[in-house]
């Protein structure tokens, strides 16, 4: 199962979500309400992968966003999310052990790049990709 948010650059280069990466991991780490109906606990040998997709422009908001992200979000890995959650009683934690956070960013044309049929061609050509 793969998870990615969409991330807002600010005008001045700031990071407008890195608060949102970190209430999403922790939801991840939850889980959905109900767990019967979305079946994350069916399958206990896969992985959830969470990451940060962009859509690649030049510039100083782009780069300050992409090593942000690798400096911290990154860096966080499935032991350190296990071990602040046993910290914090009153989270419950289900799914620390099968969380991968991707290391660094993905860019929609990459991906693109990577799987062409990604996405519907008439949202290729409006985004340029």
């Known amino acids: 199962?793969?998870?990615?948010?969409?991330?807002?650059?600010?005008?001045?280069?700031?990071?407008?979500?890195?608060?949102?990466?970190?209430?999403?991991?922790?939801?991840?780490?939850?889980?959905?309400?109900?767990?019967?109906?979305?079946?994350?606990?069916?399958?206990?040998?896969?992985?959830?992968?969470?990451?940060?997709?962009?859509?690649?422009?030049?510039?100083?908001?782009?780069?300050?966003?992409?090593?942000?992200y690798s400096r911290t979000i990154g860096k966080i890995d499935s032991n350190l999310l296990r071990e602040t959650f046993n910290n914090l009683k009153e989270i419950d934690d289900n799914f620390t052990d099968r969380i991968e956070i991707l290391p660094d960013i993905l860019t929609y044309q990459n991906l693109v790049k990577e799987n062409p049929n990604w996405l519907d061609e008439n949202v290729k050509i409006f985004y340029d990709l």
């Open 1 to 68: 199962m793969a998870l990615a948010i969409r991330v807002f650059l600010t005008k001045n280069g700031r990071v407008s979500c890195s608060q949102q990466c970190f209430s999403h991991i922790i939801g991840i780490c939850q889980g959905p309400a109900e767990n019967e109906k979305f079946n994350w606990g069916k399958n206990s040998n896969g992985s959830i992968r969470f990451g940060s997709i962009l859509y690649k422009i030049s510039g100083d908001p782009f780069m300050s966003y992409k090593d942000f």
